[in-house]
T-cell receptor, first 114, second 109 residues
Framework: GAVVSQHPSWVICKSGTSVKIECRSL??????MFWYRQFPKQSLMLMAT?????????EQGVEKDKFLINHASLTLSTLTVTSAHPEDSSFYIC??????????FGSGTRLTVV | GQNIDQPTEMTATEGAIVQINCTYQ??????LFWYQQHAGEAPTFLSY????GLEEKGRFSSFLSRSKGYSYLLLKELQMKDSASYLC??????????FGGGTRVLVKP
């Protein structure tokens, strides 16, 4: 089946620094990938749609300058949380539309900003 | 806007059946997904409905009524490992997946 690899699985960073999260489709090409954020005991909230070779589309209320998305190839999208603050601590998950018209999710990244 | 509602929590006994309801109001409709998510892990796919009716997959079944904006996930012969959150998600306009708040199911012995 389709596999999406996401790493790191967890990261702790200091306030003010930047963190990059990678999402790779391993056995299929993904022209579109999606980035979600999930706070404890809440559901997944779509942050942005990452489009290969073009700019990402951000959901309302998501700061594009803070959450930089790059989708430079058909198998890789990256999310960079810039100047991270404690309120950015969350579970970040990527997903991609797979061959069967479903969505495959990465394993998620637990970000803790101290 | 998109509005997807499901109960916050449900408790059931091992071996029993539980039905998780999901109602939705979305801009467009391309299909409805159900996912299972254990704490700290990514969601895993359970079912997909695009046409009205019941889809059965082993112990899990999912039903859709597009005219009513309603779906349910049925879990039979509950096992302890079924304790998890169950997420209803609708693929609507723009081919984006929007999630409901999730239902935490607790299976008791």
């Amino acid at each position: 089946g389709a596999v999406v690899s996401q790493h790191p699985s967890w990261v702790i960073c200091k306030s003010g620094t930047s963190v990059k999260i990678e999402c790779r489709s391993l056995d299929f090409q993904a022209t579109t990938m999606f980035w979600y954020r999930q706070f404890p005991k809440q559901s997944l909230m779509l942050m942005a749609t990452s489009n290969e070779g073009s700019k990402a589309t951000y959901e309302q209320g998501v700061e594009k300058d803070k959450f930089l998305i790059n989708h430079a190839s058909l198998t890789l999208s990256t999310l960079t949380v810039t100047s991270a603050h404690p309120e950015d601590s969350s579970f970040y998950i990527c997903s991609a539309r797979d061959r069967g018209n479903g969505y495959t999710f990465g394993s998620g990244t637990r970000l803790t900003v101290v | 806007g998109q509005n997807i509602d499901q109960p916050t929590e449900m408790t059931a006994t091992e071996g029993a059946i539980v039905q998780i309801n999901c109602t939705y109001q979305t801009s467009g409709f391309n299909g409805l997904f159900w996912y299972q998510q254990h704490a700290g892990e990514a969601p895993t796919f359970l079912s997909y409905n695009v046409l009205d009716g019941l889809e059965e997959k082993g112990r899990f079944s999912s039903f859709l009524s597009r005219s009513k904006g309603y779906s349910y996930l049925l879990l039979k012969e509950l096992q302890m490992k079924d304790s998890a959150s169950y997420l209803c998600a609708v693929e609507a306009a723009g081919n984006k997946l929007t999630f409901g708040g999730g239902t935490r199911v607790l299976v008791k012995p």
